[in-house]
């Protein structure tokens, strides 16, 4: 039986959102109580991004009154040469681009499905969008070269060493750390499935967390999240509610009558298809979770040495 957790959580982070490119993410893939509260080292790291993402938005939001004015000029005059009679219609190349890649589940039939990496009371489960080809092809989370999920694992501290995508079925044993996805079948990115699909797997993802009951679960994008907002809340989520980092104490995923479920920790997606967030944000917003899941597995060793003194 594991012994209840001394660790306990930071707050959420306040940070404004950036990452508008989480929806397409080509690679995706019990328990203790944990208690909320804040700790210097993932306050300060957020605090340090904050300031240069802050930074960044204000220079591409437009602050600066010349650019807005410019702006406005430019729209004015782009809907009156759309309104012309003569106008020449939108090209081949700007009429794919608004055009939906939807992709039936048919399509990927043929690739087998990934297999969740899970087991009772892990310290962490990590959630993807959905496996993309390469992944289904190998049989193994994150495939894909140009994805930096087992880096930014290593760099944040979730990892001690830096793993390779085939030891993903040793994370519970290395590492107390889990995978799954909010959709099982698989396809060449997220823009291929529908919003619906990808909110009905909500429910599904509640049960795999009531079932295992990790200690915390980490969303590897924000589309992963935005997924599960639509369905809890049927609607979409607004600009100001979104944050990256902890989430709200009534966000905790898998609560059962007897458990009040697993905070949820929302970080950048990892896809080398996502390249709204520079490797620096991506490295600062995933910092503190894993600051955190390496704190917990340091006391669960400790825990586990004094149960085996007691014991001898």
């Not at 793993?163 to 799954?180: A, F, H, I, K, M």
């Not at 909500?202 to 589309?223: D, H, M, S, W």
Request: proline share 7%; with cysteine; hydrophobic share 30%.
């Amino acid at each position: 039986m594991m012994a209840q957790t001394s660790s306990e959580l930071p707050k959420p982070s306040r940070m404004e959102s950036r990452d508008e490119g989480d929806d397409v993410n080509e690679e995706s893939d019990g328990s203790t109580t944990v208690e909320h509260a804040s700790t210097t080292t993932f306050k300060s790291n957020l605090q340090r991004f904050r300031h240069v993402a802050d930074a960044s938005q204000a220079t591409n939001n437009g602050d600066n009154p010349t650019a807005r004015r410019s702006g406005r000029k430019r729209a004015i005059e782009e809907t009156k040469e759309e309104q012309r009679p003569d106008a020449p219609s939108p090209s081949p190349a700007k009429r794919r681009r608004q055009a939906s890649r939807y992709a039936p589940p048919s399509k990927y039939a043929h690739l087998p499905p990934l297999v969740d990496v899970l087991e009772p009371g892990l310290i962490a489960v990590f959630v993807g969008t959905n496996p993309g080809i390469r992944t289904a092809t190998s049989g193994h989370a994150y495939a894909h070269p140009s994805n930096s999920y087992w880096k930014l694992l290593h760099s944040s501290g979730c990892t001690d060493v830096r793993l390779r995508p085939e030891q993903d079925v040793d994370l519970p044993r290395l590492c107390s750390l889990g995978n799954t996805n909010i959709v099982e079948r698989p396809s060449k990115d997220a823009a291929e499935l529908s919003k619906a699909e990808m909110a009905t797997g909500t429910p599904i993802l509640e049960e795999k967390i009531r079932q295992f009951r990790p200690e915390a679960v980490c969303i590897v994008g924000k589309g992963i999240w935005e997924a599960v907002w639509r369905w809890r809340y049927k609607r979409e989520i607004k600009k100001t509610e979104f944050q990256y980092g902890w989430q709200n104490e009534k966000e905790r995923m898998g609560k059962t009558p007897d458990w009040d479920g697993a905070p949820v920790f929302v970080a950048t997606s990892t896809s080398g298809l996502s390249a709204s967030t520079k490797p620096a944000e991506k490295e600062a917003i995933w910092k503190p979770f894993g600051e955190w899941v390496k704190k917990r597995r340091d006391e669960r060793k400790a825990e586990s040495n004094g149960d085996r003194q007691n014991a001898g």
